[in-house]
């Protein structure tokens, strides 16, 4: 997942465009709410190291935090301790799941639950995930997200900026129009560290029992809940919203003339 790619002359310009485009997009979060009220999610995945380098070199007023299931392979663990000493000059948050809603889900379902239906699989993700998720953005007023239209069928529709209807916040992806072949563009020309589990065939990593390496052809989202619909695929922390439009969001204004 890692390889260096090979972008044509047209797609190097596109791709120049999206990054300024990206940097336009953070800088208006950045400008449009007060610096302790815009926050960025950080997954720790290829795009959300993106952001990262970015936000570090051109907004680095917007805070970060990671939401550390419990459950996280080692390699992302390892990597956020990289990201954390590589990018000192922002603050990088990290919110756990309560202990009592871990044991009392352990407790009634079972420690591996997910496995047996949709339900009890949501419910974990609203344990481990969604309830953590809902802290970090208390008091917030808009969080930023590496959410990519390309990703997957429940996407493929995301707007540079969003209302996020379940959170009462505005949300803003500025990766939407990115391709997988332009964020390991960015990573590779600009060395920023990235989970070892992508050269494993692992192009979307959460937690390790809910995530495995994919076969050549696969959706890139193939092994995220790859026992369950991929229509309905998502844990609840990026449900459909309606789009709201963003300032700087035609990559082509940013092309040479």
Known sequence: MSAHTTLSEKER???????????????QAESEYAKDKVVFANSLGAEDVVITDLISKHSPSIGMFVLD?????EETLKLLTDVQALYSNIQVD?????????EQYVKEHGV????????RRKGCCFVRKI???????SNREAWITGLRREQSVTRDEIGFKEFDEGNGIDK????ADWTEADIWE?????????NALHDQNYPSIGCAPCTRAISA???????????ENPETRECGLHPGTPVVEAKPINVMDFLPK
């Not at 310009?13 to 800088?27: C, F, G, M, S």
């Open 13 to 27: 310009a596109e791709l120049e465009a999206k990054v300024a485009n990206t940097i336009a997009v953070l800088q």
């Open 69 to 73: 299931t419990g459950r996280l392979p």
């Open 94 to 102: 990290v919110y756990y799941p309560e202990a009592g809603d871990v």
């Open 112 to 119: 591996n639950a997910f496995f047996e239906s949709q339900e």
């Open 131 to 137: 309830k953590p998720l809902k802290r970090a953005l």
């Open 172 to 175: 803003f992806n500025p990766l």
């Open 186 to 194: 960015y990573i590779n020309a600009n060395k920023v560290p990235y």
């Open 217 to 227: 052809g696969e959706d890139v989202r193939a092994g995220r809940w790859w026992w």
